[in-house]
């Protein structure tokens, strides 16, 4: 019987995979880390490990569905979040087996990524995951804050309800003033952004590349913490050393 992905769906992998294409970065550094030779193509937008030499499929929206059929993979992995259903849809209707994570807290990117690496992998549970599940196990909230966590500008982008990404926050001491929106990534006037209560504003590296001089000037009377989107984002490796790095930002956010 296939084992089924996050989302229900029987994924026919075989007993032994041997090559396996990524179109989400956080999935594909988890991979390569886990078991090196065995990514055999990723997105443009796939920049971790550092070097990844891997043929290329462009986007995360917009995958190249001819060229990734073409790699001959043995299981293609995605995101309900990340990938287009469309694209998924049209991959499986082609014969290429796709197995989907569903990812909204650090519990379930631990669980999923295990069962991920496990079932559509068909390898050993890498050491870091449980490295990993160890810290996170071990955080201590620090200062209790409200935030914004802006994602984009121009128009500008806020983190809504039931993320990941709030998840992170939240376990270190952040609560997020739109956790309640009824959209997960609500456009937000700014004016609207700096009357919302938050005592701090969370200024990731990406999607948006928010810098020190681009980004805080538009929350005076804020704290900001400027902080790796990899680290607030991204589920794989990173989640080992996610809780010190963010909270060493969150430590030492400032008025701009």
């Known amino acids: ?33 886990s078991a090196p030779g ?17 043929p290329r499929v462009r986007g995360t929206k917009n ?3 001819e060229r990734i059929a073409e790699l001959r993979p043995d299981v293609v992995l995605g995101n309900t979040e990340e990938n287009r259903p469309a694209d998924i849809e049209a991959l499986r209707a082609a014969g290429v087996p796709v197995w989907m994570t569903e990812i909204r807290t650090v519990g379930e990117a631990l669980a999923s990524l295990r069962r991920m690496l496990a079932e559509a992998c068909r390898i050993p549970v890498p050491g870091w995951l449980d490295e990993a599940a160890r810290v996170w196990q071990d ?17 500008w982008m806020v983190v809504g309800r039931d993320t990941f990404t709030g998840d992170v ?20 006037p700014l004016g609207e952004l700096n009357a919302a209560g938050a005592d701090l504003a969370v200024l990731p590296d990406e999607p948006y590349r928010f810098t020190k001089d681009d980004g805080p000037e538009a929350f005076p009377g804020l704290d900001v913490a400027l902080v790796s989107g990899r680290h607030l984002t991204w589920y794989g490796p990173s989640l080992v050393e996610a809780p010190a790095a963010l909270s060493r930002r969150l430590d030492a956010a400032r008025a701009y």
Not at 7 to 25: A, C, N, Q, W
Not at 39 to 47: F, I, K, R, Y
């Open 169 to 188: 926050l939240s376990r270190l001491g952040v609560s997020n003033v739109y956790a309640g929106h009824p959209e997960r990534y609500p456009k937000i």
């Open 139 to 155: 955080v201590t909230p620090g200062r209790r804050r409200a935030a914004v966590i802006p994602i984009w500008r121009r128009p």
């Open 63 to 65: 995958p190249d569905l």
């Open 38 to 54: 065995l990514l055999a193509g990723a997105t443009d937008w796939c920049t971790r490990p550092e070097g990844l030499d891997v």
């Open 1 to 33: 019987m296939s084992p089924l992905d996050d989302t229900g769906h029987p994924v026919p992998v075989p007993d032994r995979v041997r090559r396996v294409v990524s179109i989400v970065p956080s999935l594909t550094e988890t991979v390569a880390v």
